[in-house]
């Protein structure tokens, strides 16, 4: 087999071997069906029983309550930005955007077609680098969105924003789901496409309030009603199948490595070692506030973009996959996302020691 190297690719990203490896197992034929996991039918009593083991992990090992409902949707991400106003968002109701990065943007700038929306906040006047300290709110708006984690700016709320309690509040966490311990009982509605943390590309998790479900218009699209979804068990049409399963595998790994406090414990302690170098480093320097920086995308440049394209190539000779920062940013970008191992975070620094002490007058 060819040798792996440290991916640190910002999505699709890296996934746990053991998943591969068992993914790889039931490509020919899941279990003793004698039909591969690609090939079975949705509606077949071998993935519905799939189906059924995947979302009862989501539920238990991300503590869903159960008037909440658990939908595997297609689209990624961007679908939702539109899909979420189109079904809460009329046009004599405000709702609330915090824009703490590119994606929450954008999700702002799709909710305009349906109605009015409120900036709650923003750190866009120091290119997205910290998560602000306070937001103001429109009166009675329809929801507040934010985005948990920003990938491309290296930043992450560190808890809950500062929404009160009886305004709907959603989340994007694309790019930090299930990465630590999260209160979906404050949420009425939490998605996240899983080609971050829990899984391939292909497949949205939703996680919606059961009462947030009936609210929605029944003259749009029947694809774009999340009722449609609710009530077919994502099977309206055919699902993603493979990512549904694939989601199913990685759950159950985040299970027995200690569940989301687990994953939390290892997450911190694995930004801890990247983020303790570059604070002592005379060379790199992290790009998000200190109590803002991100546990799922370390950001980082030298200062000189001819001295960052040539880490990144020395990078990627070493074996370091992954590590150009997005063009909007430059610099580099690690993304340790839950599934990265230690062992790579420590080859990371190691490599970065060594390309520092062999450039000391950059």
């Known amino acids: 087999m060819t040798q792996r190297i440290w991916n640190f690719s910002a999505g699709p990203a890296v996934l746990p071997e053991s998943v591969l490896e068992e993914a790889r197992d039931n490509l020919l034929s899941l279990g003793s069906t004698g039909i591969g996991i690609l090939e079975h039918s949705h509606r077949g009593k071998a993935f519905v029983a799939v189906y059924e083991e995947t979302e009862a992990l989501v539920r238990k090992v991300g503590g869903v309550p159960d008037n909440y409902r658990v939908l595997f949707l297609q689209g990624g991400a961007s679908t939702q930005f539109f899909q979420i106003p189109m079904n809460f968002l009329s046009q004599d109701r405000t709702a609330d955007y915090l824009v703490t990065g590119s994606w929450s943007e954008k999700a702002e700038e799709e909710a305009r077609r349906f109605g009015q929306t409120y900036i709650s906040c923003s750190s866009s006047d120091r290119n997205y680098s910290y ?17 948990s984690n920003n990938t491309i700016f290296g930043t992450q709320w560190p808890g809950l924003p500062p929404v009160p309690k009886e305004i709907d509040l959603i989340c994007d966490a694309s790019s930090d789901i299930f990465s630590r311990p999260i209160d979906v009982a404050r949420h009425a509605m939490i998605y996240a496409g899983a080609q971050k943390n829990l899984g391939p590309s ?21 694809m774009l009603q999340y009722r449609t979804h609710a009530k077919n068990d994502s099977m309206y049409n055919t699902p993603p ?6 989601v199913g595998l990685v759950l159950k790994w985040i299970e027995r490595d200690g569940g989301l406090s687990g994953i939390a414990e290892r997450n911190q302690r694995k930004a801890a070692k990247l983020y303790s170098f570059l604070d002592q480093s005379k060379l790199f320097k992290p790009t998000a506030d200190a109590n803002s920086r991100s546990l799922m995308n370390v950001t980082f440049v030298t200062g000189n973009a001819d001295l960052d394209a040539k880490v990144c190539s020395a990078a990627s000779k070493a074996g370091f996959d ?18 990265f191992p230690e062992a790579g975070v420590d080859a990371l620094v190691e490599f970065l020691k060594n390309f520092e002490a062999a450039n000391p007058s950059a």
């Open 131 to 147: 998560i602000p300290a306070t937001c103001t709110f429109s009166p009675n708006p329809a929801y507040a969105h934010y985005t």
């Open 202 to 222: 292909g497949v949205t998790l939703v996680i919606i309030r059961d009462d947030l479900i009936e609210k929605g218009p029944k003259n749009i699209p029947t």
């Open 322 to 339: 992954g590590l150009k920062g997005h063009r909007s940013v430059g610099g580099m970008r690690a993304s340790i996302y839950n599934a």
């Open 241 to 246: 199948t493979f990512a549904i399963y694939l």
